[in-house]
């Protein structure tokens, strides 16, 4: 079935860059997301990717696709403690965004 | 312009209690979903609308779970009676359909605690 996976923790230097990954198992996937959810608050789209693309750069967020290992990553460049928080990442059902899966969550946690 | 609104933000119930959770989408946005969410976990799906017809419904139990959005707008998310396991975040989203990516945007959710 249908799967997101990510590491539950990490834990980077405030200024350094953090890596976040993620594998995914829908390879018909069009869509890919990376969401963020600081506490008490609901998700917040960060950014996406087309299946047809394999980076994306958006300020201090770099996203890189592997479609052929179904491996998704974000790069948050000087990392700083409003990163604070915990990072999802989904993909869509096929080619319909309507229907998202989401991963378990990476916990990033920075320290001084 | 407004988010997602969601009320109330917090519920604490006995087990067998009825609950209701409301939800006001962003304006003009004609799909709505409502997730469920656990500690520790990724929000999972329960009920898809686009407009006032729930398109998918697969993962809502029935038994005790239901839904509405009677005019295509708010919703209304039930459960009766609760169960100690249904204590987690209801999120609501809304998007628009057919628009890109149709990004969907999320409400702070509602903590329910079961005892």
């Known amino acids: 079935g249908e799967d997101v996976e990510q590491s539950l923790f990490l834990s980077v230097r405030e200024g350094d860059s953090s890596v976040i990954n993620c594998t995914y198992t829908?390879?018909?996937?069009?869509?890919l997301y990376w969401y963020k959810q600081e506490p008490g608050a609901g998700l917040q789209l960060l950014t996406y990717?087309?299946?047809?693309?394999d980076m994306k750069q958006d300020q201090r967020l770099t996203v890189l696709l592997n479609k052929k290992d179904k491996h998704l990553s974000l790069r948050i460049a000087d990392t700083q403690t409003g990163d604070s928080a915990i990072y999802f990442c989904?993909?869509?059902?096929?080619?319909?965004?309507?229907?998202?899966?989401f991963g378990s969550g990476t916990r990033l946690s920075i320290r001084p | 312009e407004a988010g997602v609104v969601q009320s109330p933000r917090y519920k604490i119930i006995e087990k067998k209690q009825p609950v209701a959770f409301w939800c006001n989408p962003i304006?003009?946005?004609?799909?709505l979903y409502w997730y469920l969410q656990n500690l520790g976990q990724g929000p999972e799906l329960l009920i898809r609308?686009?407009?006032?017809?729930?398109?998918?419904d697969s993962q809502l139990p029935k038994d005790r779970f239901s839904a509405e959005r009677l005019k295509g707008v708010d919703s209304t998310l039930k459960i009766q009676p609760a169960e100690l396991g249904d204590s987690a975040v209801y999120l609501c989203?809304?998007?628009?359909?057919?628009?890109?990516?149709?990004?969907?945007?999320f409400g702070p959710g509602t903590r329910l605690t079961v005892l």
């Open positions: 989203a809304s998007s628009v359909q057919g628009r890109g990516t149709d990004t969907q945007y």
């Open positions: 829908d390879s018909s996937s069009t869509y």
């Open positions: 990717i087309f299946s047809n693309m």
């Open positions: 989904a993909e869509s059902m096929g080619s319909s965004a309507s229907k998202i899966i």
């Open positions: 304006s003009g946005h004609n799909t």
């Open positions: 609308y686009e407009n006032e017809e729930a398109v998918d």
